[in-house]
């Protein structure tokens, strides 16, 4: 993370917490929201809230759909995508140009059942026997993760074989919820995804060699009700109370 967006981050924190003038002017702010900011998001809320006055009115979902409903009209103040996704609608005029900024990035785990025999991860031949071994799988349809998984066992050159015990999981998030039900052995999310799943325990996450990280940049809406309290919530995430919550949720600062 670049230390004079820390400093920014920092100084604009300062400002909203010394000036009386902030609860006048509370705003609400509606943040629509990659599943995968999900937990890290739900734990800074308070802090925002307290801090600003501002009021936080969270939505959730894969990546993918989510811009879906951008596109066909959905309202919202502050977006948080993939950065591919973002600038995809600064080009439509869903997000203001020069609005877009990097939160936070993620990389790729792997889950299984709490309390299971887990499986060696630790090289891409041991990941490669582990997936070979595994009596079924499952990542999401449409999410970044699971659009790597696919590409990456095509890469292993094992896809033949995992095709018949895949499961493709459309709910939003449940790649390692659809572990803890029972409907795989192992699933594949972001790390973010699985740690707060109860019933799910985090294997590991992919073998250095083979692991991608899946960025999140958030952009604000060209009508936003209030683009300096979108600013402000977007300057959040690189002051230093919320930098110990991104880690904590499996999420690292960019």
Not at 115 to 140: C, M, Q, W
Not at 162 to 184: D, F
Not at 208 to 222: H, K
Request: charged residues 20%; without cysteine.
């Amino acid at each position: 993370m670049k230390m004079n967006a820390m400093i920014a981050g920092a100084l604009g924190f300062a400002v909203v917490m010394l000036n009386p003038a902030a609860a006048a002017n509370a705003a609400e702010i509606k943040v629509i929201s990659s599943v995968g900011v999900r937990a890290a998001l739900e734990e800074l809320k308070p802090q925002f809230e307290g801090a600003t006055q501002h009021k936080l009115t969270l939505a959730f979902g894969t990546a993918v759909p989510l811009k879906r409903q951008i596109e066909a009209g959905e309202t919202f103040d502050v977006v948080i995508l993939t950065p591919a996704l973002v600038e995809d609608l600064v080009k439509q005029g869903k997000v203001a140009p020069g609005t877009q900024s990097d939160v936070a990035k993620a990389g790729i785990g792997v889950a299984g059942r709490a309390g299971a025999v887990k499986p060696d991860i630790g090289t891409a031949e041991a990941f490669r026997r582990a997936l070979l071994n595994a009596k079924s799988i499952v990542y999401s349809k449409e999410g970044q993760s699971g659009t790597y998984m696919a590409s990456l066992i095509e890469r292993l050159g094992i896809a033949a074989e995992m095709k018949p015990k895949t499961v493709l999981e459309t709910r939003s998030g449940h790649s390692a919820i659809a572990v803890v039900e029972g409907k795989a052995e192992l699933g594949f999310a972001l790390i973010s995804e699985i740690l707060p799943v109860s019933g799910a325990e985090l294997v590991g996450p992919l073998p250095a060699e083979l692991q991608n990280y899946v960025v999140f940049t958030a952009g604000i809406s060209p009508s936003a009700r209030d683009a300096e309290a979108a600013r402000a919530f977007i300057n959040f995430f690189t002051t230093p109370s919320a930098l110990p919550v991104l880690k904590s949720k499996g999420m690292e600062p960019r």
